[in-house]
């Protein structure tokens, strides 16, 4: 689908660059028709010389490209579209990552014309991303869907309303941290009960993508593959129990709400 697709970045970054490798690496996209500028010559050097991309410092692309996605810090977007406004072709779908960003705001700075907001996150740096989109009026289902392949390249993404794109960070913005702190926390309860340090991180971690997958292969419900492995009077049912009296379930839901909210507060600023 996106073979003659030419897509641009504004920053290269971690963000950018993992957007990269899932497009190079899953030949979605060839390197030849994906073109970066980064403020910092040596960070151009080395992204042309890993993937293969067109990268320099001078966006001297921005009339080529069918996308162009803007990966630059919050402080410095406002610069960056007034840089880039008047050189941008007026059918490029412009594609921003920048958190707080509305697509009101997006329309002030540069008009009216193809926009997209996204909300990816850190997993996409190995291939695991979680990404929501949500798409103006004058972007059309073609268009989409190539925003959502190219940040499928790099795990999953799904399409949703602006209004619940706080929602989305919340819960998979944020969550990697949260994911984290349990893999932490189990992984201390191994060492508490004899295992090392090493193992218990790997035990951990390992399991959680298990877990993961599984409700994402079967398509089961939670509840239904957590009764799988709960035997009358056995472990896990232990396990549960004292989890669901010290409050997990709750802390968890809480956390997204507050996450969530918080963002609702940082694009209204």
Known sequence: MLADVKLGFIGG????????????????????????SDHKAARCEELAERYGVNARVEADFLSRVDFLILAVKPQVAAKALAEIKD??????????????????????????????????????AVGAGMSALAVNALVDEEAAAAVREIFASGGEAIQVKEEQLDAVTGLSGSGPAYGFLVIDALAD?????????????????????????????????????????????????????????????????????????????????
């Open 13 to 36: 970054g971690a963000m950018a660059e993992a957007i990269t490798a899932g497009m190079v690496g899953g030949k979605v996209l060839p390197a030849g028709n994906i073109f970066i």
């Open 87 to 124: 050189g941008l072709a007026r059918e490029t779908v412009l594609v921003s990552i920048v958190a707080g960003l509305t697509l009101a705001s997006l329309e002030e700075a540069l008009g009216q014309r193809p926009l997209v907001r996204v909300m990816p996150n850190t997993p996409l």
């Open 189 to 269: 309860g191994g060492v508490a009960a004899g295992l090392k340090r090493a193992d218990a991180i790997k035990l951990a971690a390992q399991t959680m993508l298990g877990a993961a997958r599984m409700v994402l292969k079967t398509g089961s419900h939670p509840d239904a593959l957590r009764d799988q492995v709960t035997s009358p009077a056995g472990t896990t049912i232990e396990g549960v129990r004292t989890l669901e009296k010290a409050g997990l379930r709750s802390a968890l839901i809480e956390a997204v709400l507050a996450a969530a909210e918080r963002s609702r507060a940082l694009g209204k600023k």
